[in-house]
């Protein structure tokens, strides 16, 4: 494997916002479906990194139960996902893939 797809911010916490629906690409998880496929044909590792904002209280926030792929989109057990924060860019993310959790660069 010399190749990786990553997909960042495709989860749920986007349609839980008041403007999902006047923004947002309907055919977006089946585009990512059809890329996140072929990359696995291809024997490439497939990356989902998710925007999270720990204690926002916000659809952004994990406790909110929004910081998820999309469903349909659910990834493979040996792909790492990710959770990013976006206003706190000292703080290492957190990978389902680490050992203790986040040890690795994400």
């Known amino acids: 494997m010399t190749n990786a797809l ?3 911010d495709v989860q749920e ?7 999902w629906r006047a923004v947002s690409n ?7 479906q ?3 496929d072929a990359a696995r044909a291809a024997g490439d590792l497939v ?5 999270a904002e720990p204690g926002s209280g916000d659809v952004f926030d994990p406790a909110s139960g929004h910081v998820r792929v ?4 659910a990834p493979l057990p040996d792909e790492p996902v990710s959770r990013r924060p976006r206003t706190t860019p000292s703080r290492r ?6 050992s203790p ?4 660069a994400g």
């Open 93 to 98: 993310p957190t990978c389902s893939r680490c």
């Open 6 to 8: 990553i997909v960042i």
């Open 47 to 51: 990356v989902w990194v998710l925007h």
């Open 101 to 104: 959790p986040g040890e690795c």
């Open 70 to 73: 999309f469903a349909e989109l």
């Open 26 to 32: 309907p055919e977006i998880a089946e585009r990512v």
């Open 34 to 36: 059809r890329l996140a």
């Open 13 to 19: 916490s986007f349609r839980a916002r008041p403007l």
